[in-house]
């Protein structure tokens, strides 16, 4: 059984993570999931989140949102609709969207009517740069 996974992780416009590790760990549209070494190969969607993975000692983290993840014996590829490492993300930003989403899922916005369903995907996903952003100034 390998010791190691190869992680492949590329969204439509560029190869974003390839790294040797030992674990991953990924949202799946049905919860997080995850792979070490030798793991049963499978398919799945992937929802808004964090992934992370770790190589010895070192974790990193980056956010995630929507495509899909396969994993072999001795492989993850993740091809992510969008993925921002730690360092792209502006957290300014992140925080002006949470406080936008949370607005109008709240409903206290000028809007007549509100797409609850849009608001709480960018609320999910400012969450997640959020997290990504913290748990990067925290190590």
């Known amino acids: ?75 993850v590829t993740i091809l992510a609709d969008s993925a921002e490492l730690p360092e792209e993300i502006d957290v300014g930003r992140a925080q002006r969207a949470r406080g936008r989403a949370e607005q109008r899922l709240a409903g206290r916005t000028t809007q007549e009517e509100i797409d609850y369903a849009r608001a709480l995907v960018a609320l999910n996903r400012a969450l997640s740069r959020l997290q990504v952003a913290e748990r990067t100034a925290s190590q």
């Open 1 to 75: 059984m390998a010791e190691r996974l190869r992680l492949e992780l590329a969204t439509p416009t560029r190869l974003v993570v390839t790294a040797e590790i030992e674990e991953v760990v990924a949202p799946g549209t049905e919860g997080y999931f995850g792979v070490w070494p030798g793991h049963a190969p499978f398919l799945t969607t992937l929802g808004t989140g964090a992934v992370t993975y770790r190589s010895g000692a070192e974790a990193r983290a980056l956010a995630v949102h929507g495509g899909f993840a396969e994993v072999g014996g001795d492989h």
